[in-house]
């Protein structure tokens, strides 16, 4: 068995780190078996490397050596493409076609990105995984193939499996062996090593001096995130190449080349949101039925207060927030006595000594209709806006499009 410096310098893997020695030292074990080996690890950590380890030093490194990226083959022909197909089995196949499993047949398949793969492939796949049987697309031939299966993926396979994009059983024989590659963030002592290889293959490929970093560009470098790790890594390195006139680097001249925190992504996305952003018309119900609610209980306890002390002007005084806030006018006018309906049992039970009154009290003028309180919040937001709907549509928490398909709808 070689050593892991010899398989190191062999695939020009640069670095010393713990967990990464760990994970090489992993598969050169498992290399000489015919194990299914899933690799994991974030995107642009190297997951390629571990694959043709393991092929080249298994008993079938003679044989065919086939990478597969499972995310960049359309969902339509990505059997036909693993497995083959028979001539005529659909429109276009004008031949028979060996697929990768027939051509492999005897080496090594490297399926990259497995997470991709559409469930009645992962159904396929696992045929071959179990008994190493496999059909061609329109053919009812069974075809046997002896191959070695080793994935990668940088989803996390639990969380995909949980939500139904994978199938357990499936990952489970994949991932005989996981070998998972840590990012690069967490390889700090790797970082400057890897950009010195860089530099000088760069270097050598445009012929032009190497570039070098400062004692404090190297700090720098090493304390920054690299969310796209070794392959993010690299541009940099040959942007600054190509781009500087001196080559010495130093700190402040480095940062120009590495994106700030807030901008990895390809968009700034703000995730604050107002007390009123509904996002959608359920929403906006939701908030006209908690009103509702509210406004009920108000009245409510007004009621309460109304018949307990039957002095409405005493009422009046004393919950003059509360009458405000439920019919929003100034002056404030309480329902006159003609429109309130009081209805009084007495109730007496066994013992005639104790009597009890029930009061109820109905509100005629009140409208419950989920449309009549949504027609209400559009008029008032309106007036409220001085009828500028961009404004109103905004506060409302809906599309401009929606509220003007509302105006039209109600005849606003």
């Given at each position: 068995?070689?050593?892991l410096?010899?398989i190191?310098?062999?695939f020009?893997?640069?670095g010393?780190?713990?967990?990464?020695?760990?994970?090489?030292?992993?598969?050169?074990?498992?290399?000489p078996?015919?194990?299914?080996?899933?690799?994991?690890?974030e995107?642009?950590v190297?997951?390629e490397?571990?694959?043709?380890?393991?092929?080249?030093?298994?008993h079938?490194?003679?044989?065919?050596y086939?990478a597969?990226?499972?995310?960049?083959?359309?969902?339509?022909?990505?059997d036909?493409?693993?497995?083959?197909?028979?001539k005529?089995?659909?429109?276009?196949a004008?031949?028979?076609?060996?697929?990768?499993?027939?051509?492999?047949?005897?080496?090594?398949i490297?399926?990259?990105?497995?997470?991709?793969?559409?469930l009645?492939?992962?159904?396929?796949?696992?045929?071959?995984?179990?008994?190493?049987?496999?059909?061609?697309?329109?053919?009812?031939?069974v075809?046997?193939?002896?191959?070695?299966?080793?994935?990668?993926?940088?989803l996390?396979?639990?969380?995909?499996?949980?939500?139904?994009?994978?199938?357990?059983?499936?990952?489970?024989?994949?991932?005989?062996?996981?070998?998972?590659?840590?990012?690069?963030?967490?390889?700090?002592?790797?970082?400057?090593?890897?950009?010195?290889?860089?530099a000088?293959?760069?270097?050598?490929?445009?012929?032009m001096?190497?570039?070098r970093?400062?004692?404090?560009a190297?700090?720098?470098?090493?304390?920054?995130g690299?969310?796209?790790?070794i392959?993010?890594?690299?541009?940099?390195a040959?942007q600054?190449?190509?781009?500087?006139?001196?080559?010495?680097?130093?700190?402040?001249?480095?940062?120009?080349?590495?994106?700030?925190?807030?901008?990895?992504?390809?968009?700034?996305i703000?995730?604050?949101?107002?007390?009123?952003?509904?996002?959608?018309?359920?929403?906006?119900?939701?908030?006209?039925?908690?009103?509702?609610?509210?406004?009920i209980?108000?009245?409510?306890?007004?009621?309460?207060?109304?018949?307990?002390?039957?002095?409405?002007?005493?009422?009046?005084?004393?919950?003059?927030?509360?009458?405000?806030?439920?019919?929003?006018?100034?002056?404030?006018?309480?329902?006159?006595e003609?429109?309130?309906?009081?209805?009084?049992?007495n109730?007496?039970?066994?013992?005639?000594?104790?009597?009890?009154?029930?009061?109820?009290?109905?509100?005629?003028?009140?409208?419950?209709?989920?449309?009549?309180?949504?027609?209400?919040?559009?008029?008032?937001?309106?007036?409220?806006?001085?009828?500028?709907?961009?404004?109103?549509?905004?506060e409302?928490?809906i599309?401009e499009?929606?509220?003007?398909r509302k105006?039209?709808?109600?005849d606003?």
């Open positions: 068995m070689e050593s410096q010899v190191k310098q062999r020009e893997i640069i010393n780190d713990t967990h990464l020695n760990r994970s090489l030292e992993k598969a050169i074990r498992v290399a078996t015919d194990i299914s080996v899933l690799v994991t690890g995107s642009g190297g997951k490397s571990i694959p043709k380890i393991i092929h080249h030093l298994s079938r490194k003679h044989g065919k086939i597969v990226n499972c995310g960049a083959i359309p969902e339509g022909t990505i036909s493409e693993l497995f083959g197909h028979e005529g089995s659909f429109t276009g004008t031949a028979t076609r060996l697929g990768y499993f027939e051509v492999a047949d005897g080496g090594t490297f399926l990259d990105e497995v997470g991709e793969l559409p009645t492939t992962q159904v396929r796949l696992l045929r071959v995984l179990e008994n190493g049987e496999f059909i061609k697309v329109g053919s009812s031939q075809q046997k193939t002896n191959v070695r299966i080793v994935a990668a993926t940088n996390s396979m639990h969380t995909a499996i949980s939500k139904g994009k994978f199938r357990e059983d499936l990952y489970y024989r994949l991932a005989t062996i996981e070998i998972h590659l840590p990012p690069l963030r967490e390889r700090a002592s790797d970082i400057h090593l890897l950009f010195r290889k860089f000088a293959d760069f270097a050598q490929k445009y012929k001096p190497t570039i970093l400062s004692d404090s190297i700090k720098v470098l090493e304390n920054y690299f969310p796209g790790n392959r993010q890594l690299k541009n940099i040959e600054i190449s190509v781009v500087e006139e001196t080559r010495d680097i130093s700190a402040e001249k480095l940062l120009q080349y590495l994106p700030s925190k807030g901008t990895n992504l390809p968009s700034v703000d995730t604050k949101k107002s007390n009123s952003d509904f996002g959608s018309e359920r929403e906006i119900m939701y908030k006209v039925l908690f009103d509702m609610r509210n406004d209980n108000d009245l409510k306890k007004l009621t309460l207060d109304l018949m307990e002390s039957g002095d409405s002007h005493k009422v009046k005084e004393e919950n003059k927030n509360l009458i405000k806030k439920i019919y929003k006018e100034d002056p404030i006018n309480l329902p006159s003609n429109q309130v309906e009081v209805v009084r049992i109730e007496k039970y066994n013992d005639t000594s104790d009597e009890y009154e029930f009061t109820e009290t109905i509100d005629d003028d009140e409208s419950l209709s989920i449309q009549d309180k949504e027609i209400e919040l559009i008029k008032k937001s309106l007036e409220r806006n001085h009828g500028k709907r961009k404004m109103a549509a905004k409302l928490g599309s499009r929606t509220l003007y105006i039209k709808q109600y606003l």
